[in-house]
């Protein structure tokens, strides 16, 4: 199922996230840093990390003994949604120990983001991070500026945008910058499709499902494009990759990774433009790649077959 926008901010909102985030990797001494020392701007924002967080089920025992039955019921209800807490009066963060590493880094910056940012602080003194804590307009909003604190923290700024500037256009690319700076592969892959000057798009897909005796598919998740691509063929509205797709052949079914394939994209005004697209199963999700062949630089890459997108 395609997910809601979790990140998109009016300039003027998104510009104040980014300033509170850039005074936060000051403080750490963060720039230039590689991985992204999160635990140091963690600390630097006078926060600690529970060492057992709220997720843990002997903890939830011992909290559960101090509450009604409605409370506990409420806990419960929240605590099956969330990944992160951020706890204002004992300025301690709690983080799901059972995701993987890279997103407990984000899980720890967006928390970071929720204290650094003065709105958030001052509203709330126990923050929590589902629909549970408050009313669901103001909750999407303090949700995705923490999001895009995250991010700019992350990804140090333009950095990580500069480096993708520098870096070959492929699915290749965000992988390796995902491992310098300490992300996973899923918010990399986001990461350089939107901020890259080159026209490309990522589409994040849910794991392969292969039905018994039907043709395997992938829901979408998310879409990410590049400014350029967006403005020049618009931004896809798909929800699902199956066998009627175009893009079908590049799910990588049965392997971990597809290799360039050659298709025809139709832009805005219908013109067609000779493309690229490639894939990557990460386990948890399937990153799709798809660029012009105008964007690349360097050598022609061979490939294997053609597809038409209309």
């Known amino acids: 199922m395609r997910k809601e926008d979790d990140s998109s901010l009016r300039p003027d909102e998104l510009r104040a996230v980014e300033e509170r985030a850039k005074q936060s990797l000051n403080k750490a001494a963060a720039w230039g ?7 140091d701007i963690v600390s630097a924002a006078k926060l600690r990390v529970a060492p057992k967080g709220l997720f843990d089920p002997e903890r939830l025992l011992a909290f559960a003994k101090q509450q009604t039955a409605k409370a506990l019921f409420a806990v419960k209800a929240a605590i099956s949604k969330v990944l992160g807490l951020y706890d204002a009066n004992e300025q301690i963060i709690h983080i799901d120990e059972s995701v993987g590493p890279s997103k407990q880094k984000f899980l720890k910056l967006h928390e970071t983001g929720h204290h650094e940012l003065p709105a958030h602080r001052k509203i709330f003194t126990f923050f929590q991070d589902c629909e549970k804590s408050l009313a669901p307009e103001i909750a999407d909003q303090f949700e995705r500026e923490a999001n895009n604190f995250a991010r700019f ?21 965000p992988m390796n910058l995902a491992k310098k700076f300490g992300a996973s592969n899923y918010a990399s892959a986001r990461e350089f499709a939107r901020t890259n000057h080159r026209p490309c798009v990522v589409y994040i897909l849910e794991p392969i499902k ?11 998740r998310r879409v990410e494009t590049s400014p350029s691509f967006a403005a020049q063929f618009g931004s896809p509205v798909d929800v699902l990759i199956d066998s009627d797709h175009a893009l079908y052949p590049l799910l990588p ?58």
């Open 153 to 173: 923290a992350l990804f140090q700024g333009t950095t990580f945008q500069l480096m993708a500037a520098d870096s070959p256009m492929g699915i290749k690319s």
């Open 33 to 39: 840093r590689f991985p992204t020392p999160v635990d």
């Open 253 to 310: 079914i049965g392997k971990k990774m597809t290799a360039p394939i050659s298709l025809v994209y139709s832009d805005k005004n219908g013109d067609h433009h000779e493309c690229l697209g490639e894939a990557f199963d990460t386990t948890h999700n399937i990153l799709l790649l798809v660029y012009p062949t105008k964007s690349l630089t360097g050598s022609t890459i061979a490939v294997p077959s053609q597809l038409v997108l209309p």
């Open 210 to 220: 292969t039905p018994p005796g039907k043709p395997a598919y992938a829901e979408v």
